[in-house]
């Protein structure tokens, strides 16, 4: 597709399960991040990704949170045993690179729901 | 460490009069800054960024934003605010070079009141 890709748009788990959630980037987009939206908290700084690897991992909350990109492209973020603090809207983002094509695009996010 | 900041949770405005969303920054070194917009139901979108150069840049929807170094500062500005400007903007900041985490804002909810 054109855009970023996030899937599951909704997901609904109870508490001490283990969720994916997916990020199929723009093609040939270099970059990829992972950002939390909560509500009145802005957007928090997950993860990032220039490549296949990580060189900032320092926003995951916990141990319990990973991620891992595969073939420089699709991007699973893993969180284990959920908590209720861990509701929010995961978002993903893309980008070409810096300079003139320093922009992000976003998916339209998986709202995350842990009962 | 980088840090954006915007002081206020909402502005309100009337339809026709000018608006200023600020923020302020933190970086060391110079800074990539950008502005974003996340209408009611849909994605954050972007709208403009200062990389280098002229320190007024304008973007999308009539938007503008002056970079200035002095007050680190990188207020979103426009002459004539619409009803269908009223949406969620996050001020952003990553530094020139490196690697490119890009940190954003709290975000200020912008009302335009017809």
């Known amino acids: 597709g054109a855009g970023v890709s996030q899937s599951p748009s909704n997901k609904v788990t109870e508490k001490g399960k283990d969720v994916e959630l997916r990020c199929d980037p723009i093609?040939?987009?270099?970059?990829l991040y992972w950002y939390r939206q909560s509500l009145g908290q802005g957007l928090e700084f997950l993860i990032y990704?220039?490549?296949?690897?990580?060189?900032?991992k320092s926003g995951l909350p916990s141990d319990r949170f990973s991620a891992e990109r595969t073939g420089g492209s699709v991007s699973t973020l893993t969180i284990q045993r959920t908590q209720q603090e861990d509701s929010a809207v995961y978002l993903c983002?893309?980008?070409?690179?810096?300079?003139?094509?320093?922009?992000?695009?976003f998916g339209s996010g998986t709202q995350l729901s842990v009962l | 460490a980088q840090s954006v900041a915007q002081p206020e949770d909402q502005v309100n405005v009337a339809e026709g009069n000018p608006l200023t969303v600020k923020c302020t920054y933190s970086?060391?070194?110079?800074?990539?800054l950008f502005w974003y917009v996340q209408y009611p139901n849909r994605g954050l979108q972007f709208l403009l960024k200062?990389?280098?150069?002229?320190?007024l840049v304008k973007g999308s929807y009539g938007f503008e934003a002056e970079f200035n170094k002095s007050q680190t500062s990188f207020h979103l500005k426009k002459p004539s605010a619409l009803v269908s400007d009223s949406a969620l903007y996050f001020c952003?900041?990553?530094?020139?070079?490196?690697?490119?985490?890009?940190?954003f804002g709290t975000g200020t909810k912008l009302q335009v009141i017809p």
């Open positions: 990704f220039q490549g296949n690897s990580a060189p900032d």
């Open positions: 200062y990389i280098t150069g002229d320190n």
């Open positions: 952003a900041v990553r530094v020139h070079g490196g690697y490119q985490k890009v940190t």
């Open positions: 970086v060391s070194g110079n800074p990539y």
């Open positions: 983002a893309s980008s070409l690179g810096g300079g003139t094509n320093e922009k992000l695009f």
């Open positions: 093609s040939g987009h270099t970059a």
